[in-house]
C-alpha cells in the first residue's frame, strides 16, 4: 500500500462546477500538507500550504485537512477552463525531514467550457 | 528574477550512455531535490542535498548520482545503470526549515 493515495480520475466537469480532489495517508507523522497544480509538460506550481489539521482559504480554492481521518482535501469553486491541469496532493513530517515531500499520483481534471 | 533553472529542456541519449542534468538556483535555498516523474506514479525522490556537499539517498536513488559543491547547483547524473531512465526529471528546492517546495520546469529525458 502506498503512503499517500489519491484519485487519478480523470475527472472531467463543467465551467462553473464546484471541484473536490481528494488524497488519503497512512503515516501519522505528516504534519505539513501541499497541493500541487502542473500544467502539461511543465513544473508543479505550489497551490495551497497546510500545517496540521483545519482549513485554509485562498481565492476560489480550499484545502482542508483532517488528521484524524488521515484524509486532506482541495475544493476548487467557480472552475475555469485554465483550471485544466494535473493537481498534486504532497506531504511531509517536517522537521529534518524539510522539504522532502510524499506526493500522491494525481488527478488529472479537465474544465470544459 | 530568482527561481529555478533546469536545462535542457528536452535531452535525447543513446542507451548506455550517461547523461547530466543541470539545476541551478538562485532563491537562496539550502536544501535541493530531484525527482522522477513518470505517468500514473506521481513524484519519487531520487536525491536530496539539504547542505552543500553533503546528500542523501531518496526512494530510488540507484543508477543516479550527484554533486553539490555549490549552493547554487545540484546536478544529476543518470547513469548507464538506470535500467529505465526514460521520465520527466524535475529538480527543487526548499528553504531551510521550511517544507515548502518550489520546483523547476523539468527535464524530459528520452533513451533510445
Known amino acids: 500500500q502506498k503512503e499517500v493515495e489519491q484519485d487519478p480520475g480523470p475527472l472531467s466537469v463543467p465551467e462553473g462546477a464546484i471541484v473536490s480532489l481528494n488524497c488519503t495517508y497512512s503515516n501519522s507523522a505528516f504534519q505539513y500538507f501541499m497541493w500541487y497544480r502542473q500544467y502539461s509538460r511543465k513544473g508543479p506550481e505550489l497551490l495551497m500550504y497546510?500545517?496540521?489539521?483545519g482549513n485554509k482559504e485562498d481565492g476560489r480554492f480550499t484545502a482542508q485537512v483532517d488528521k484524524s481521518s488521515k484524509y486532506i482535501s482541495l475544493f476548487i469553486r467557480d472552475s475555469q477552463p485554465s483550471d485544466s491541469a494535473t493537481y498534486l496532493c504532497?506531504?511531509?513530517?517536517?522537521?529534518?525531514?524539510?522539504?522532502?515531500?510524499?506526493f500522491g499520483q494525481g488527478t488529472i481534471l479537465t474544465v470544459h467550457p | 528574477d530568482g527561481g529555478i533553472t533546469q536545462s535542457p529542456k528536452y535531452l535525447f541519449r543513446k542507451e548506455g550512455q550517461n547523461v547530466t542534468l543541470s539545476c541551478e538556483q538562485n532563491?537562496?535555498?539550502?536544501?535541493m531535490y530531484w525527482y522522477r516523474q513518470d505517468p500514473g506514479q506521481g513524484l519519487r525522490l531520487i536525491y536530496y542535498?539539504?547542505?552543500?556537499?553533503?546528500?542523501q539517498k531518496g526512494d530510488i536513488a540507484e543508477g543516479y548520482s550527484v554533486s553539490r559543491e555549490k549552493k547554487e547547483s545540484f546536478p544529476l547524473t543518470v547513469t548507464s545503470a538506470q535500467k529505465n531512465p526514460t521520465a520527466f526529471y524535475l529538480c527543487?528546492?526548499?528553504?531551510?526549515?521550511?517544507?515548502?517546495?518550489?520546483f523547476g520546469q523539468g527535464t524530459r529525458l528520452t533513451v533510445v
Open positions: 504532497a506531504m511531509s513530517a517536517g522537521g529534518t525531514s524539510y522539504g522532502k515531500l510524499t
Open positions: 497546510t500545517y496540521s489539521s
Open positions: 542535498s539539504q547542505i552543500v556537499n553533503d546528500f
Open positions: 532563491l537562496n535555498h539550502d536544501a
Open positions: 527543487a528546492s526548499s528553504i531551510k526549515r521550511n517544507t515548502e517546495a518550489f
